[in-house]
Each structure stands twice: as C-alpha cells, then as structure tokens.
C-alpha cells in the first residue's frame, strides 16, 4: 500500500499502483453526458490516464488544461481525466476553460471507485478520504502499462515531458 502527502501530511492509499509490465486494470467511470466508459472502451489506442482528486482545486485544473494542451496536438494519444467530481461539473469546468477536444475525455468516479482503488490511488483516510490521489499511467495500444507516475505529494503537477514523451514511443 502507497502513501503521498498533503501539504507534507502522510495520506494513505488502498491498492497497489500498476507498474510498468503490468496489464492495465479495467476500470469504470461516467463520462459527461452520463454513460459509463470504461478500459476496454479505449481499447487499441495508446492511452493516458491521469487521476485527480477533483477539477474544483487549482493543481487539478491546471493539469487538466495542461494535458489538454499538450495532448491536443498529438495525433493517436487519448488522455482521460478521472476525478472524483460529479460529471456536471466537469462538463462545466471544460466549458469554462474551452476543453473540447477529441483527444481529452473526462471521466467521473461518482458511482464506481474501481478506478482509484483498481490503480491504487484511492485515498483511504484523512480530508480527501474517497477522492483519488494524484497519479498518471500511460497504457499501450494493448493495455499494458508503460509508465506509471504517483505524484508524491498531492499538491504538486505530474512531469508532463516525461509522460508525453512515453506515450509518444507508442504511437
């Protein structure tokens, strides 16, 4: 079992984080318009799942937008946001900031964890009990993980270079 920090205050973590080697745990998350996506979904694409504890907190929609940015321009990469907003607001939040891109879905954890507790980042005590930590996986055409980041500390980004550029070897 993982453990990241707030604001230097150990959080803990349910699950194991995938590795890279490891077969992608299926997940099950409610996209914007409600209708469940899940792993099997983004099946033959090179894929990119960034987990968030929600888009309503600044370091949340600054790497939403950021992956957003960056992978906007990529050609064969899908990014997924999970989070554990509600999926109205997250439809507000890509609104709001003019994220509508084909490469960037927004998946919300609402009625189903399996994504944070099937990847290891569902918190599991403290204020964010529920939510998810901060983590990014990259995942191959065949849902095998490749890269796998769990931000040690909650508040801080992700490194975005390094993620793009494992998902850009599989393209």
Known sequence: ???VTLKGNPV???????????????FRVAKQDLSDITLKDLAGKVK???????????VCAI???????KVAKENGIT??????????????????EGIN???LITGSQFKDFSFSKNYGTHISGGPLAGLSAR???V????????????????????NYDTVLAEAKKLV
Do not use: H, W
């Open 63 to 69: 790497e939403t937008k950021k992956f957003n940015e």
């Open 12 to 26: 803990p973590l349910e699950g194991s984080i995938p590795k890279p080697g490891d077969k992608a745990p299926d």
């Open 135 to 137: 983590a990014v996986f």
């Open 139 to 158: 995942v191959d055409k065949d849902d095998v993980v490749r890269y796998s980041e769990l931000v040690p500390e909650i508040g801080s980004e992700p």
């Open 79 to 96: 990014t997924l946001i999970v989070s554990g907003d509600l999926p109205f607001a997250m439809k507000r939040f890509c609104t709001t």
């Open 48 to 58: 990119i799942l960034v987990a968030v504890p929600s888009l309503d907190t600044p």
């Open 101 to 103: 891109s084909d490469n």
């Open 1 to 3: 079992m993982a453990q």
